[in-house]
């Protein structure tokens, strides 16, 4: 009796502490100024209440065999990460970053053209404003806009900042596309060495 009363107390500051681990790691995400990690805090909540809940399940039909037990405990921390963060938040962040490859594809489109019409220019101009917030944390909005500006200035195509622009934009579409889908990569590398990842792997390729 002793000894499931001990379990009882283990479970329940392990249940505890992960508590005050999503709270602090959801409030981070929540206020952080990436508007990928601003996608993930909600994500972090969900598996904090399933991790936790399947954690005081666990308390409520706790089984004699330790082994059990043991495996309860680590299939209340995987499962929750695998379907809470890791499937939701890689479809979240694949959807986020195909909205923001199409943003870049329609401005590099629109670049394009101004290199044999300057009639394009307003176009690229008003493309430019709208996803300005954007521009600016990719850091290409200061070249963008002087692009812009010098040919309003001289009415001439400037090639030179044309080039640059092009090479930026084309150069922030590749990170974009080559960027990590996964809502943590480092800790996949981690659970790389446990073999895990390979686990949360399939489970994405049988349901994509």
């Known amino acids: 009796m002793e000894i499931i009363h001990q379990q009882y107390v283990i479970i329940a500051i392990m249940a505890l502490i992960y508590s005050v681990l999503v709270f602090l790691v959801s409030r981070k995400f929540k206020n952080d100024d990436s508007e990928r990690k601003n996608l993930l805090w ?3 909540v969900i598996d904090g209440v399933l991790v936790v ?3 005081f399940s666990l308390i409520l039909f706790l089984p004699q065999d330790i082994l059990t037990v043991v ?6 921390f995987i499962i929750p990460y695998v379907f809470a963060i890791e499937i939701a938040g890689y479809i979240k962040i694949s959807r986020f970053d195909d909205k923001k490859l199409d943003v870049m ?3 590099r489109k629109k670049l394009v053209k101004t290199s044999y019409s300057l009639k394009e220019i307003e176009k690229l101009k008003k493309d430019a404003e709208t996803n ?5 944390k990719e850091q290409i909005e200061d070249l963008l806009f002087d692009y812009i500006k010098e040919c309003d200035r001289t009415g001439n195509f400037d090639k030179f900042l044309w080039e640059l622009s092009l090479t930026e ?3 922030t579409i590749g990170r974009i596309s080559s960027r990590s889908k996964h809502p943590f990569p480092k ?3 981690i659970l790389s060495l ?6 949360i792997a399939q489970i994405i390729d049988f349901l994509f």
């Open 42 to 44: 909600k994500l972090v």
């Open 53 to 55: 809940g399947m954690l």
């Open 71 to 76: 495996s309860w405990i680590g299939y209340s």
């Open 105 to 107: 594809k329609s401005i």
């Open 132 to 136: 300005k917030k954007f521009l600016s």
């Open 169 to 171: 934009i084309t150069s």
């Open 187 to 189: 800790l996949i590398d």
């Open 194 to 199: 446990a073999g895990m990842s390979f686990l």
